[in-house]
């Protein structure tokens, strides 16, 4: 996937916001899995993804047409911009499994 900035999250989230809440996880997984896959594909092939664009989350995410950008002041609308960030740290600096008995 492509450097994340401000518009991926906030294109992300317009996506999110627009769903029901039991979606939501599983919608942001695969706007991350697509990005990732796309941005592989610009690389092989030198052309952008036909659905997902050149491997940014942004393009990924307004490929799903979201709607306009909601106030900050919106409660349901921050906590869509909190999955954002928390599946990115998560997707991009996964937790280590820890091995019982080895270091």
Known sequence: MRPVLHG???AAARVLYRMPIRLRPDAMKRMLCQASMADRYRLVTGRLHPEW????????????????????????????????????????????????GRR
């Not at 909601?70 to 997707?91: H, I, N, Q, S």
């Open 53 to 100: 664009g050149d491997g940014s989350l942004m393009v990924a995410a307004l490929a799903k047409a979201p709607p306009p950008e909601p106030r900050l002041d919106d409660r349901d609308y921050c906590g869509c911009m909190a999955m954002v960030f928390e599946a990115l740290v998560e997707w991009l600096h996964p937790r280590r499994r820890v091995s019982r």
């Open 8 to 10: 991926d999250v906030v």
